[in-house]
């Protein structure tokens, strides 16, 4: 078995009701929807914003560009998405870098905001969701 397989295989899959109580002990909580996304459903405060092209730079020990809110390999790190599909690949990839602890929400933001978790917006109408998207995401650095 590969590292890669081990590695999606042992990443951790939580209730939103288990991330809740992570997030109120001080897990580091990470969000990697897009811009628009957060702007269409809402955003949970104190969430670091993460683009799902920069997990390296943004979490690898040896990066100059290494997030400050990163205090070590052993915290715990709580990452959703939309849904499990935007935020599995960031976890099993935080798991790779060595990021023992880091776990993917179950339903997302959606699960988030209906488990109690604060939230606020949306500021925008939602997205339109009936065309398949041909864009990018661009790169913020």
């Known amino acids: 078995m590969s590292i890669e397989t081990a590695v999606q ?42 683009n799902r092209e920069h997990v390296d730079e943004d979490f690898s020990p040896a990066s100059s560009h290494r997030l400050p809110h990163v205090s070590g390999q052993e915290q715990k790190i709580v990452v959703f998405c939309g849904s499990v599909n935007g935020s ?12 023992a602890n880091a776990v993917h929400v179950d339903g997302g933001f959606p699960a988030l ?20 998207s041909t864009g990018s995401v661009a790169s913020e650095r």
């Not at 109580?21 to 914003?49: C, F, H, M, N, Y």
């Not at 599995?88 to 990021?99: E, I």
């Open 9 to 50: 295989e042992d990443t951790q899959l939580i209730t939103a009701e288990e991330a809740a109580k992570l997030i109120e002990e001080g897990a580091l909580l990470i969000d990697v929807r897009s811009e628009g996304g957060r702007a269409s459903t809402g955003a949970v405060p104190g969430a670091v914003v993460v």
């Open 88 to 99: 599995r690949p960031v976890a099993q990839k935080l798991k790779v870098l060595g990021y």
């Open 113 to 132: 905001r209906d488990a109690g978790v604060p939230t606020t917006g949306p500021t925008a109408p939602p997205v339109e969701t009936t065309q398949a």
